[in-house]
């Protein structure tokens, strides 16, 4: 069957849904991880036609269902490097390629030999692999509440070729944590905690609410910054002078952030917008 009309029975059954443009990247990642086929390469070859048709057909059904196309494919790209997905992990997403990017401009401001990072809730590695990647004699620690997402996390760190510590716990229970370290303290402390608050439900797409983990995205309204807080605390205690605290945020909470860190004794405090002019991460440093 002829590639192109594949395409053309992509837009028929999404473009209601997702848009043109939306549909064409779905179709041209599925072609090229299928079939080896690119845009270009099909623009060139209009005729292109392929024998095994059914798993793209397959992959067109589940995107009826509105499944994200990164678990489809079971893997996506971040920060230049490749990582597996699944269901038990978050698909990573721009803005926290914006975060690991300022984590990475900060390290001229540090002069320890070995840096010592921890990221906390590190879902499928991409901030730890990506920092782990980019910054020299880093020494970094991934914790995770969920077995399943630490696995994918090793295997990413396997195929990025990087060295992690990783540790399955809890973040809200730091006392039965805190002794895997053995006292360590950090240089750099990271994480993309669960903030969205259960009465934002309703801005989110249908296919992030119906598929990616809860237990990574939601937080109760009465207390969305559960998390945040636990780390905080966590971090004050346990940052070396001149550490930093990384986070990344709600976009509606950038002002109670800032006030939790400063009750939290940090200074130089930053409050930083993502590419849509959002207010989406924050650094603090101890002092």
């Known amino acids: 069957m002829r590639l192109k009309n594949i395409q053309e029975k992509f837009h028929k059954a999404l473009d209601a849904i997702y848009g043109k443009e939306e549909v064409d990247a779905f179709f041209f990642s599925l072609s090229e991880s299928y079939y080896n086929m690119s845009r270009i390469k099909l623009a060139m070859d209009p005729s292109f036609s392929v024998d095994d048709s059914d798993k793209i057909f397959q992959a067109l059904e589940r995107l009826k269902k509105e499944e994200p196309v990164q678990y489809i494919l079971g893997e996506t790209e971040f920060y230049g490097l490749t990582f597996k997905v699944n269901p038990y992990t978050l ?27 921890l990221d906390i809730g590190t879902g499928s590695g991409c901030i730890a692999i990506s920092l782990a990647k980019n910054i020299p004699k880093a020494k ?39 002794d895997k370290f053995k006292n360590l303290k950090f240089d750099i402390i990271v994480s993309n905690p669960p903030y969205v608050r259960e009465q934002e439900k309703q801005l989110m797409k249908p296919n992030v609410l119906n598929n990616e983990p809860h237990l990574a995205l939601f937080v109760k309204d009465d207390n969305p910054l559960l998390f ?15 550490g ?18 400063t009750s939290n004794n940090f200074k130089n405090i930053q409050l930083k917008q993502d590419v849509f002019k959002k207010d989406r991460m924050i650094k603090g440093e101890k002092h």
């Open 140 to 178: 970094v620690y991934a914790l995770d509440v969920s077995p399943e997402a630490l696995l994918m996390a090793q295997e990413n760190a396997e195929i990025n070729d990087v060295e992690l510590e990783f540790v399955e716990a809890n973040i809200l229970h730091p006392e039965t944590w805190n």
């Open 228 to 242: 945040y807080n636990a780390i905080a605390k966590y971090a004050s205690s346990n940052l070396k002078l001149q």
């Open 244 to 261: 930093a605290l990384f986070f990344e945020i709600n976009e509606f909470l950038g002002r109670e952030m800032i006030h939790l860190l």
């Open 91 to 117: 698909i990573p997403r721009p803005e926290t390629e914006q975060l690991v990017e300022w984590i990475i401009k900060h390290q001229p401001e540090l002069t320890n030999d070995t840096v010592n990072i």
